[in-house]
């Protein structure tokens, strides 16, 4: 037999106070949304410029007067700038002249100009509030601006609307990687804490009224080192098995395409120096030329060219501006106990006694 619950009319009656006080929160928080909406301002990118005050912020907004509402916005942008001397400076300026808040819910990236990620103390600052604050998720994409960070903003009508959007496309189409391998400000973070790594960021120019990535800045224990050109940022990727594709061209014209790509390192100690080894494997397939070679002979060049490029670059990136290709002393402590506590506070000392050594064994494909 089904047993039932009785409801005493005390009961009862709470329940039904309970219902109606909850039925009235949540009419009371939609409306209250609704009514935010429009005190709010939703930058999809910001850029960071230096001045002599400190610095100029830059925003890229969807334009929420042809919007439906907020999940729905524009495809129209408005740009605003201010200037301050720090970024909580700045965001309250921006907000005493609109009387609207900064909401960085749908912030896409952050274009941060050259000369100021040269200044390690605005550099830090600025992520000192940004941690303090939790207000930008840590996996908002990086990047650096090779002139002005405003004039990449400012480029809205040659990117189908929102830069922010147009960069966050860009990331999400990069094919050759096996993740999207753009820097974020989470890595950022990282490296100011840790100081244990080379951090690659992709540079922003103006190349034909669109934003494109013409080279990548180097940033080492927290110091900006300069920039190295796209192709030598691909051989670094490659080192670190962050690339599926990787095109080559040989000294004959001819072009492979590399896929299945493995890498294996290992990392050791010769007369006390480190010493960085990387094996890469992989199957090579003809894009361009090859015609009257022989597989064994193409196979022969194709490696041999390769590690010789390889090194020649790895050893020329320590020379200037001073950057390890392979990324190897965040992997220090886990191959070699005994040299990570001997480099764990010299990143320099480990970058200037590092030598590497690169192996190649490509097997050519036929389609």
Not at 64 to 92: C, I, R, W
Not at 108 to 124: C, G, V
Not at 144 to 152: F, P
Not at 239 to 248: A, G, P, T
Request: net charge negative; glycine share 8%; aromatic share 8%.
């Amino acid at each position: 037999m089904e047993c039932k619950k009785r409801l005493y009319p005390a009961q009862a009656v709470r329940r039904l106070i309970f219902f109606v006080v909850a039925a009235a929160a949540l009419l009371f928080l939609g409306g209250c949304g609704a009514r935010e909406l429009e005190d709010r301002s939703f930058p999809l990118s910001i850029g960071i410029d230096k001045t002599e005050e400190g610095m100029a912020l830059s925003f890229d907004f969807p334009d929420l007067s042809e919007s439906d509402n907020e999940k729905n916005p524009s495809g129209k942008t408005v740009t605003f700038s201010v200037e301050a001397g720090a970024y909580y400076e700045a965001q309250k300026a921006y907000e005493n002249n609109t009387n609207k808040v900064l909401d960085y819910n749908h912030l896409k990236a952050i274009i941060i100009s050259q000369e100021f990620l040269s200044d390690n103390a605005a550099l830090r600052d600025l992520l000192s509030w940004l941690e303090h604050e939790q207000v930008v998720a840590r996996n908002t994409y990086l990047f650096v601006a090779g002139d002005k960070a405003s004039e990449i903003l400012m480029l809205t009508e040659n990117t189908g609307g929102s830069v922010g959007k147009y960069l966050e496309q860009m990331v999400n189409t990069q094919e050759d990687f096996k993740e999207q391998k753009v820097v974020t400000i989470g890595d950022l973070m990282n490296q100011w804490h840790n100081q244990n790594e080379d951090l690659l960021l992709p540079v922003l120019t103006n190349s034909g009224e669109v934003p494109s990535i013409t080279e990548y800045a180097v940033l080492g224990a927290f110091s900006y080192k300069g920039n190295i050109s796209v192709e030598d940022a691909m051989k670094a990727f490659l080192c670190r098995n962050q690339v599926k594709h990787f095109l080559y061209e040989l000294k004959g014209g001819q072009v492979v395409e590399i896929q299945n790509i493995r890498r294996d390192i290992e990392i050791h100690s010769q007369e006390g120096k480190p010493v960085v080894e990387i094996a890469l494997t992989g199957e090579a397939r003809i894009k361009k030329g090859g015609e009257g070679m022989t597989t064994g002979k193409l196979v022969k060049q194709l490696n041999g060219q390769l590690e010789e490029s390889l090194s020649m670059t790895a050893e020329a990136l320590l020379m200037e501006p001073g950057a390890d290709m392979s990324n190897s002393f965040i992997k220090l402590g886990g191959y070699n106990r005994k040299l990570y506590e001997r480099y764990r506070q010299d990143y320099g000392g480990y970058l200037t006694e590092l030598q590497m050594v690169f192996s190649v064994d490509m097997n050519l494909v036929n389609e």
